[in-house]
């Protein structure tokens, strides 16, 4: 298994916006459901929003509405649209397969994730 790379982490004011993107090898992203997970400070690590393989999406509740994830097939790319940012979303962001209902991760190897701070 090949890690996922996480990308586009950076530190934003409250209430910006900010797209991180993870690249997956093709043999993982075309077979499963694919997800956002974070880790903050205190190293607890919970869902934020996942993709079906048909595209359908759903997100957290501490996110939904200001976060939208979307993937580019051809490129074996997922994305997190992250608007209205606030400080409490600050950690880091991994992206791995997920399993339906529970939005459990799949892989137990992560990538190296990447960092969003959010300033108030």
């Known amino acids: 298994q090949v890690r996922p790379v996480e990308s586009g982490g950076d530190w934003v004011q409250a209430g910006g916006s900010l797209r991180v993107s993870c690249v997956v090898s093709?043999?993982?992203?075309?077979?499963?459901?694919m997800a956002w997970y974070r880790q903050n400070q205190e190293k607890q690590r919970e869902f934020v929003a996942i993709?079906?393989?048909?595209?359908?999406?759903a997100a957290a509740e501490s996110v939904k509405g200001r976060f939208t994830v979307s993937k580019d097939n051809a490129k074996n790319t997922l994305y997190l649209h992250m608007n209205r940012l606030k400080p409490e979303d600050t950690g880091i962001y991994y992206c791995?397969?997920?399993?339906?209902?529970?939005?459990?991760?799949?892989?137990?190897?992560w990538g190296q994730g990447t960092q969003v701070t959010v300033s108030s």
């Open positions: 791995n397969a997920a399993s339906l209902p529970t939005m459990t991760p799949v892989y137990a190897d």
């Open positions: 993709i079906t393989r048909a595209g359908g999406s």
């Open positions: 093709e043999s993982i992203f075309s077979v499963n459901h």
